[in-house]
């Protein structure tokens, strides 16, 4: 591996300064040098590692039945209260040409929603 690649892989200044290069040499050297006569330990058998299997976020799900509740109603009594809100909020209802970053402003809305769909992830599953 050249300098340039190492030094890169490392977070570096792919051209670093002389004096960095020479410094870090030492140190490399230095880390060798201790090494000298060091023998490992010979391996342990350890008992496996029982582990939680870990949420898997690409599971397949099965197929859904449901109930009979039509959730496109549920959705719109929930939008017209957010629309409520926004009204005694800010005065107005939501309008296009606000001033605002209505994509970034969506972006935002979604992480948060991520952190809360994870929130209760690890809460349910302790993972």
Not at 45 to 65: C, E, G
Not at 116 to 127: A, H, K, L, P, S
């Amino acid at each position: 591996m050249s300098k340039k690649v190492a030094f890169t892989a490392c977070g570096l200044s792919p051209d670093p300064k002389p004096e960095t290069v020479d410094a870090l040499e030492e140190v490399a050297k230095a880390a060798v040098q201790s090494l000298d006569g060091y023998t490992p330990a010979p391996p342990i058998d350890l008992p496996p590692i029982k582990l939680k299997p870990r949420f898997d976020a690409a599971a397949r799900q099965p197929k859904s039945h449901g109930i009979d509740v039509d959730l496109c109603t549920l959705v719109k009594a929930d939008l017209e209260r957010r629309m409520q809100v926004g009204q005694r909020k800010y005065g107005e209802r939501l309008k296009p040409f606000n001033g605002r970053d209505a994509l970034l402003d969506l972006y935002q809305e979604i992480l948060d929603a991520a952190m809360y769909c994870r929130q209760m992830i690890y809460e349910r599953d302790g993972q």
